[in-house]
């Protein structure tokens, strides 16, 4: 069975980080790309960032870039999210997904490629 739990939400003032992690079980986690979306309050789910197997190819949302960084260690089936200069925008519950299809980068945004989803974790950014 296939499991993803998210850690390190929080409360945290606009400018602040922040570090989320992701641990996975029940898969091969070296063969799957993970990502992350986020859902705000009346919201639609949209895409975070995800990244390659290897490590080496990532993805950013516009709003993100420059500011978020995700990184996995395959040794500890977890892939983190790293989230510098945090803004109010950014309050949301961040989910953790995982995929072994391969697709374009494009389809990778999109939230149906993705096989299993985490439980949430709630970030909240105050201004």
């Known amino acids: 069975q296939v499991q993803l739990v998210e850690s390190g939400g929080g409360l945290v003032q606009a400018g602040g980080s922040l570090r989320l992690s992701c641990a996975a079980s029940g898969i091969t986690f070296s063969r799957y790309t993970m990502g992350w979306f986020r859902q705000a309050p009346g919201k639609e789910r949209e895409f975070v960032s995800r990244i390659y197997w290897s490590g080496i190819d990532t993805d950013y949302a516009d709003s993100v870039k420059g500011r978020f960084t995700i990184s996995r260690d395959n040794t500890k089936k977890t892939v983190y999210l790293q989230m510098n200069s945090l803004k109010p925008e950014d309050t949301a519950v961040y989910f953790c997904?995982?995929?072994?299809?391969?697709?374009?980068?494009?389809?990778?945004?999109?939230?149906?490629?993705?096989?299993?989803w985490g439980q949430g974790t709630q970030v909240t950014v105050s201004s």
């Open positions: 997904v995982v995929t072994g299809g391969i697709y374009s980068s494009t389809m990778y945004r999109t939230r149906t490629v993705y096989d299993y």
